[in-house]
């Protein structure tokens, strides 16, 4: 600026016009003045300005090093957090598959519950009957035990009937009035009655050929009477052992007496436990 109106002055004074000018002059330099201390606050606006760059650009690498260190802050993060959705799918998973056993074994407690309600309720109704047959037990006339699960009246073939023979006696038939009475009040049962005899053959002559038909023949015959006592026929089944399913040994008189039997099987029904451990220990 300052050559600027050098250039002027030296223009003026050339032209030999110093007086007309001054006016002039005096009104530059002032300018120049001016400018020149709009220049120093330029300056001193530069000077700020510099010192603020220079600190937005150190904070600027600040920043841009924190950005680095995020970002792999950042990438930990995004490992621990897909870490984490796979632990709780897999806990998910385990937890629907929990709930499912859950709810079979909990199909499977509600039909042991059933299962048990019908085992008291069964041996409860043994148990009754076994009251009522308490008379024939100590009287010698009737045996109730437990075999394989289910209960057995078992009846000697010398209360029943003669020697050899397949028609009930006149005792037999008290007997057998006394346990139909008590079997026929118990509904949706099955009895199946077995006959069993000793080892000794029959003889020559004989009505019955082999122990299979006198064994059969008396089953029969305690099937048909149960029948006429009440019994429900659709309850009833007879079946002969002969001599194969012996009590005892048949080596004495006393062990072939105890073959010579009528067994009476309370079968259970399909739904029932056929635990009757409990009641077994009442025998």
């Known amino acids: 600026m ?17 007086g007309k000018y001054q006016d002039q002059i005096a009104g530059l330099e002032d300018e120049v003045d001016g400018l020149n201390k709009d220049k120093k606050g330029l300056e001193a606006t530069k000077a700020d300005l510099d010192m603020r760059i220079a600190t937005i650009l150190k904070y600027q690498e600040a ?6 260190k995020l970002g792999g802050d950042k990438a930990a993060l995004s490992a621990k957090f897909s870490d984490a959705q796979s632990s709780l799918a897999a806990a998910h998973a385990d937890l629907e598959n929990t709930m499912a056993d859950l709810e079979a074994k909990q199909k499977i407690i509600e039909e042991m519950k059933k299962k048990e309600e019908l085992a008291k309720k069964r041996l409860g109704t043994l148990k ?11 009287s010698g006339k009737l045996k109730v035990k ?15 009937f003669g020697s050899g023979k397949a028609k009930l006696s006149e005792e037999g038939q008290s007997t057998l009035g006394e346990v139909s009475a008590v079997l ?22 004989h009505k019955f050929k082999s122990n299979w038909a006198l064994s059969t023949a008396r089953a029969v015959a305690v099937v048909s009477y149960m029948q006429e006592m ?8 007879a079946a002969g052992y002969s001599e194969y399913q012996p009590a005892t040994s048949n080596d004495s008189v006393e062990g072939k007496a105890q073959n010579r039997r009528i067994e009476i099987t309370l079968m259970p029904n399909l739904d029932e436990l056929p ?3 409990d009641l077994e220990k009442e025998l």
Not at 2 to 18: E, H, K, N, T, W
Not at 128 to 138: R, S
Not at 146 to 160: C, Q, R, T, W
Not at 230 to 237: I, Q, R
């Open 230 to 237: 009440g019994v429900m026929p659709t309850s009833l089944s």
């Open 275 to 277: 635990d009757l451990s």
């Open 63 to 68: 920043l841009e090093a924190e950005v680095d």
């Open 184 to 205: 026929s009040t118990i509904p949706d049962r099955e009895f199946q009655v077995a006959g069993h005899t000793d080892n000794v053959p029959l003889g020559k002559g």
């Open 2 to 18: 300052r050559a600027v109106f050098i250039a002027s002055l030296a223009a003026l004074l050339a032209s030999g016009c110093c």
């Open 146 to 160: 437990v075999k394989n699960g289910k209960m057995v009246l078992e009846l000697p073939s010398a209360i029943l």
């Open 128 to 138: 009754n009957m076994l009251g009522k047959f308490k008379a024939m037990i100590e």
